[in-house]
């Protein structure tokens, strides 16, 4: 156990990564730590370790891994503490807004999650109204739920709502980038870089030098499933255009545009995507097809009420992206000024300049 606060980087493997930790903490025999910083500002001190070239540190084995004696005879400039603290603390309300960011857009999806649960998974509505108690909805919501239930293949749902397919309201990879059409670039997202409704990181490439998987046109409102190891969740909803995906992705668009968080949650929710893990084959790259991804279950409900279901997740959906954007703008901005600040080429009061119009 050590105690915070604390900077921890990779001993082997990936290594370069440095994370500041504002708690406690268990550090691995794979990792390199310091809990004495020696008299030096421990925020300060993890941004200037994020500035240094571990590779340079690395043994010539197999596995990468930082050599600490290696790492030790690096030399460095260390300013004045008052200094360093300025410094932390700018970089540090860059991450701090990043991390507020990336709660609320959590926080922004799991109402749209729980509202989508409510109405479409667990009917909580009719079930209200089947048993004589209010809804708790307005009354022209829940007017649009019927107050009974009927079988189907399903299992029992909601009278006048059918059975169906993801693929009864969204095509299936509808575009894709061929010798024809082929752009000159491509900003490219793979299947490791999405991770259970988040995007890592797009990577932009000449198209000569994309990669071959580099092939499925994305638009604002897709949804994405990887179909290789589907368990990983390598699925998210795309907010934006120009994005190009793996064809290790099933890309869903919704053939009515108002459906586009329907088809997301639907598709992505625990339970399919359990269903694709445990339908995936192959050995060591188990995968689906796509079509299996197209054809996941989903009970439908009447036009009226999907619609309305959209105008009250809809601003959720567009609050979180305004949030990711704003955190890309963030971190944009903290990766230009960390070098500079580290090394003295710019100074506290003209990076609080360059600031003015980020840092909202």
């Known amino acids: 156990m050590a105690k915070a ?119 909580d509505p009719v079930r209200a109204k089947t048993e004589g108690r209010p809804t708790g909805l307005p009354a022209e919501i829940s007017d649009l739920f019927p107050d009974s239930f009927e079988d189907s293949e399903l299992g029992e749902i909601p009278s006048g709502w059918r059975d169906g397919e993801i693929q009864d309201i969204a095509e299936l990879n509808p575009e894709t980038w061929g010798s024809r059409n082929k752009p000159l670039s491509v900003r490219y997202l793979d299947l490791s870089n999405v991770k259970h409704g988040k995007i890592d990181s797009i990577e932009e490439y000449q198209w000569e030098d994309a990669p071959s998987r580099a092939r499925r046109i994305l638009k604002t409102g ?55 893990a445990h339908l995936a084959d192959g050995g060591a790259y188990p995968a689906v097809r796509p079509e299996l991804v197209a054809q996941t279950p989903i009970i439908i409900a009447p036009r009226d009420l999907l619609d309305c279901f959209s105008r009250s997740v809809s601003p959720l959906f567009a609050a979180a992206e305004e949030r990711k954007q704003s955190s890309k703008l963030l971190c944009q901005a903290r990766d230009a000024l960390l070098p500079k600040l580290i090394s003295g080429e710019i100074r506290i009061p003209d990076a609080e300049k360059m600031l003015e119009g980020v840092v909202l």
């Open 5 to 123: 606060p604390g900077v921890v980087t990779g001993r082997y493997g990936t290594i370069g990564n440095v994370y500041y930790v504002k708690e406690d903490y268990f550090p691995l025999n794979t990792t390199l730590y310091v809990k004495d910083f020696k008299g030096n500002d421990p925020g300060f001190i993890s941004y200037h370790l994020r500035t240094i070239d571990f590779n340079s540190c690395s043994d010539k084995a197999a596995v990468p891994g930082v050599n600490r004696n290696h790492l030790h005879e690096l030399e460095t400039a260390i300013p004045p503490i008052a200094e360093q603290k300025a410094i932390a603390h700018i970089l540090g309300t860059l991450d701090d807004k990043i991390e507020l960011n990336r709660k609320t857009k959590e926080t922004l999806e799991a109402m749209a999650k729980a509202l989508f649960k409510s109405w479409f998974v667990d009917f």
């Open 222 to 276: 897709d949804t994405v499933v990887g179909t290789v190891r589907p368990g990983n969740g390598s699925y998210c909803l795309i907010g934006e255009d120009g994005i190009t995906g793996s064809t290790g992705f099933a890309v869903l668009r919704p053939k009515n545009k108002n459906d586009s968080a329907f088809v997301y949650l639907g598709s992505c929710s625990k339970e399919n995507i359990d269903r694709l």
